[in-house]
């Protein structure tokens, strides 16, 4: 069975601060990690995939295989960042069966 | 570019009841895939469907099934409401059926209450 795993409901940080989201998994295969984003009153929308090592908006992640994790990172937090941070895993043939964690709630105070 | 649409944004049922749930993809997109939200927790894997033929099913009961039309839109029905199915039901489209890294495209989702 694929699970994810997001420690943290709710994470708060001061604007300038560096923000990290932790995300575990379990999966017997070699998975495929993402990070999916919702801003307020907008759409889900896909932020990263750990395949395309790309930044976006500052962020990054990195698939620890030995630790299962996949934690997103920026360095420098912004008030635009607020939103809720969702990690999903995809096995290699499953396509759009994505599994998500239960989400984390960024707010970045002024 | 429309995005992702889904009809209707809300819907009020009571228990025992049956639902349809629509949903038209990105022009050019041939697979559509629903999800379910319960309030507080992340959206869960429902039906994949791709050139009209299922490619995948969560652990839903029976209640739930889909289908997908030539025009590739797709529609959601459940039946025999329970209180248990209310839920935000997103649908996402994407370009092909299989493999890995997909960028799934979601939509604003139909709010489901049932009483």
């Known amino acids: 069975a694929q699970r994810v795993t997001q420690p943290e409901k709710l994470l708060s940080v001061f604007k300038g601060a560096p923000v990290e989201l932790k995300c575990n998994y379990s999966y017997s295969g070699s998975p495929e990690l993402f990070w999916y984003v919702q801003y307020s009153r907008q759409r889900l929308q896909l932020l990263l995939r750990h395949i395309s090592r790309e930044s976006i908006k500052g962020f990054t992640a990195d698939l620890n295989k030995g630790e299962t994790s996949f934690h997103l990172k920026k360095p420098f937090a912004q008030e635009e960042d607020s939103a809720m941070y969702y990690c999903?895993?995809?096995?290699?043939?499953?396509?759009?069966?994505?599994?998500f964690g239960e989400g984390t709630q960024l707010t970045v105070n002024p | 570019d429309a995005g992702v649409t889904q009809s209707p944004t809300h819907l009020i049922k009571t228990r025992g009841q049956h639902v349809t749930l629509r949903c038209s993809p990105i022009s050019g997109h041939k697979s559509v895939s629903w999800y379910q939200q319960v309030l507080g927790q992340g959206p869960q894997f429902i039906f994949q469907?791709?050139?009209?033929?299922?490619?995948g099913r969560g652990n839903f009961p029976d209640r739930f099934s889909a289908r997908q039309f030539p025009n590739y839109s797709s529609e959601l029905n459940v039946n025999a409401l329970l209180l248990g199915d209310s839920a935000l039901y997103l649908c996402?489209?994407?370009?092909?059926?299989?493999?890995?890294?997909?960028?799934?495209?979601f939509g604003s989702g139909t709010q489901l209450s049932v009483l």
């Open positions: 469907y791709y050139e009209k033929e299922e490619r």
């Open positions: 999903a895993l995809s096995g290699q043939t499953s396509g759009s069966r994505l599994t």
């Open positions: 996402a489209s994407s370009s092909v059926g299989e493999g890995a890294n997909e960028k799934l495209f």
